[in-house]
């Protein structure tokens, strides 16, 4: 073979090598387009699909939010109610305190009246029967105000029980609610990356 028909022979397989190569690029380039698109498509739809989760959940959690708000305030109010039950049973207390000096005096009262009842004779005995009226009715105040008293007491330490559980619920409640509008932020964050996952996936398509 000469020389001439060398480089003729050589020419033509270097142009074939080179067709074939120019066809490989161009199925290379079609199935990378092929292929990024179907990512995009793919990308696109679980964007979508993620972004529409994330505003069902920040829907959800925004109403948790709202039932929390109106629990911490039902909880303020609450909490209101408990201390004016105790100071209205301090008030009982002191009521009860000034009705048990009034039976005392009563009593001191009724005594005297017996004394000098006795010592008045035939002429006292309608004295007396009213000084003995005075001492039981003073007896049976001192009693009750006893049994208030008891009761208050006992009022008081419930009262004492039921402010401290509705102080830990409402720590628990604020607690609760700050929680839950940290959840809103976190959703309000995962919806904004769902759309610039989204606004990726067009320029993929692209």
Do not use: Y
């Not at 079609?30 to 069902?56: K, P």
Request: glycine content about 6%; proline content about 0%; charged content about 25%.
């Amino acid at each position: 073979m000469d020389e001439t028909a060398f480089r003729k022979l050589a020419a033509e397989d270097s142009s074939f090598s080179w067709r074939i190569m120019k066809a490989l690029s161009h199925r290379i380039r079609n199935h990378n387009r092929e292929l990024t698109q179907r990512i995009g498509n793919d990308l696109q739809e679980v964007s979508a699909q993620l972004d529409d989760n994330a505003r069902g959940i920040h829907r959800g959690i925004e109403n948790i939010a709202a039932s929390a708000g109106e629990i911490e305030l039902n909880e303020k109010r609450l909490a209101e109610q408990i201390k004016d039950v105790q100071q209205l049973s301090g008030q009982i207390v002191s009521t009860l305190s000034f009705l048990q000096q009034v039976a005392r005096q009563t009593q001191i009262l009724g005594l005297n009246a017996g004394i000098e009842a006795s010592r008045s004779g035939e002429f006292g005995r309608g004295f007396l029967i009213i000084a003995e009226e005075i001492r039981k009715l003073s007896v049976q105040s001192k009693e009750n105000a006893e049994k208030i008293a008891a009761l208050t007491e006992r009022i008081g330490a419930k009262m004492s029980s039921v402010a401290e559980a509705s102080e830990d619920s409402a720590r628990r409640s604020n607690e609760q609610a700050s929680a839950t509008r940290q959840m809103v932020v976190s959703t309000q964050e995962v919806t904004q990356l769902a759309q610039r996952l989204g606004e990726l996936s067009e320029s993929l398509k692209a």
